[in-house]
């Protein structure tokens, strides 16, 4: 359930959100509420909503304050309401990232696509992070050698390039199967793993975008060939990278 705080000085307006709705049948739950800006900080802090429903127009704190602060605190989404449709307030709830604006009475039907749209938001960035924790590789050891680490910095540098542990070995002068077993040991992966999983991570943020084709960013990360892309990309996702954009 997405946990939910109401911030709204009108009692008869945050009561009638509060209760009135289904929240439930949205996947939510009201996990308090608050009369001021400034006591909607301290129930951030306490409550660590994922959703935050706000007026702009409060005692003591108004809503953008509140959800400027609050985002230094905590991680959520917010909406904000508001009976001004004053462009400066808008202009200053898209400069914070406000998921949605909603004109005061808000309608209930607007609220629940809102909300809808929100926990979509929400979910989508739980299974990125997921997805990324899936594929990072952890370091081991504080004792790393030199050349593990200077392939692991040069990956990082150049994972849209051709290479390899063999294009290491030619640089550094060393056997491929003496940094392989150095790289495994230090990483706890082979070499292979973690570029593909590095150029996936690259790729996810790329797609983010909504900039590039899938066949753009295919290239981009490395990949030089569209199908071996596709494969290595469900592998470590679970998922084709049009399935990850839909």
């Known amino acids: ?30 996990v308090g509420e608050a009369a001021n800006g400034k006591e909607g900080i301290d129930k951030i802090k306490e ?21 400027r602060t609050g985002n230094d605190i905590a991680d959520f989404k917010s909406i904000i309401m508001t009976s001004y449709a004053d462009f400066e307030y808008a202009k ?65 540098e ?22 392989s077993r150095k790289f495994k040991e230090s990483t706890g992966a082979t070499y292979l793993d973690f570029l593909n999983k590095y150029r996936v991570q690259q790729a996810i943020k790329l797609l983010e975008t909504g900039k590039y084709k899938i066949y753009q960013v295919s290239d981009m990360t490395g990949f030089t060939d569209y199908k071996h892309f596709n494969t290595v990309f469900k592998r470590y996702t679970g998922s084709a990278p049009s399935d990850f954009l839909n």
């Open 92 to 156: 200053q709830a898209i400069d914070m990232g406000v998921s949605a604006y909603l004109m005061k009475p808000v309608d209930e039907d607007e609220l629940k696509k809102n909300i809808q749209k929100v926990t979509t938001e929400i979910e989508k960035e739980r299974q990125l992070k997921q997805i990324s924790e899936k594929n990072t590789v952890y370091i081991k050891t504080d004792n790393v050698n030199d050349y593990v680490q200077h392939i692991i910095d040069a990956t990082k």
């Open 158 to 179: 150049n994972y849209a390039d051709k290479i390899s542990i063999e294009s290491f070995s030619e640089e550094l002068g060393v056997s491929a199967s003496y940094l």
């Open 47 to 67: 409550l660590e909503p994922d959703i935050v429903l706000a007026d702009i127009m409060m005692p003591l704190m108004d809503g953008i304050e509140m959800i």
């Open 1 to 30: 359930m997405y946990r939910v705080l109401i911030a709204e000085d009108e009692d008869i307006i945050r009561k009638g959100i509060a209760y009135t709705m289904d929240w439930v049948s949205m996947g939510c739950t009201i």
